[in-house]
């Protein structure tokens, strides 16, 4: 045995001996302990989270996402009074423009996001809809997981829906469909697509 190896061969009994006396078991294959814990606590002061002034508005709830999940959020909406609306599509108006403004510096810190985008609208029936149909400038189909998600959600939890934990959601053309947001959806939204269902008109 050449020096070198033997140097090696030393080394390697010496430390097999410090952890046998250490009570650890030396091993050749990597060891999983699980995920490291989270330094996202999706905990944030309201102040941190809404940034409307809560004296000035109605107080609503919306979901964002936050270690993969939906969470309720409380925010405080001004509801517009423009005539040609409807209660119920001002108020959707309201809780589509808090889903896509984007969180605070607070939220952002606490693991809050959202995947609406900026200038997104929404409108009331077509002709044949049905009368609780919410109609948003963009196709259901063509959102992304999390934002179809946040939306349904949002929604069927609020006063735009009929408070069955559902919601009639369609884009510019098509037929609208009957969206819910279940346990499954909120837990999973990225990969648990809101059931949905034909509706009649």
């Keep these: 045995m050449t020096g070198r190896r033997l140097k090696a061969a030393l080394a390697t009994a010496a430390l097999a001996a410090t952890l046998a006396s250490c009570g650890i078991r030396s091993t ?17 002061s309201d102040a941190g989270i809404s940034p409307q002034d809560a004296a000035a508005g109605v107080p609503v709830q919306i979901f964002l996402v936050c270690s993969s999940q939906l969470v309720t959020v409380d925010r405080t909406v001004r509801i517009p ?3 040609a609306s409807t209660d119920r599509v001002r108020i959707a108006q309201a809780l589509l423009d ?3 403004a984007p969180p605070s510096q607070a939220a952002k810190a606490a ?13 009331g029936p077509q002709r044949d809809d049905p009368d609780e149909t919410l109609r948003l400038n963009r196709s259901p189909r063509d959102l992304s997981a999390h934002a179809l998600a946040q939306i349904v959600c ?38 648990v697509a809101p059931p949905s269902r034909a509706v009649e008109g």
Excluded: H, Q, W
Aim: hydrophobic share 30%; charged share 25%; proline share 9%.
């Design 98 to 100: 808090e889903l896509s």
């Design 111 to 123: 693991g809050y996001a959202t995947d609406v985008r900026r200038g997104m609208t929404v409108t």
């Design 81 to 83: 009074t423009e005539k």
């Design 154 to 191: 949002t929604y069927a939890d609020s006063a735009a829906s009929d408070g069955d934990g559902s919601v009639i959601l369609g884009g510019p053309a098509g037929s609208p469909r009957r969206y819910e947001c279940n346990p499954e959806v909120r837990a999973r939204p990225g990969t």
């Design 28 to 44: 050749e294959v990597p060891t999983d302990f699980g995920a490291a814990p989270s330094r996202v606590p999706c905990v944030a």
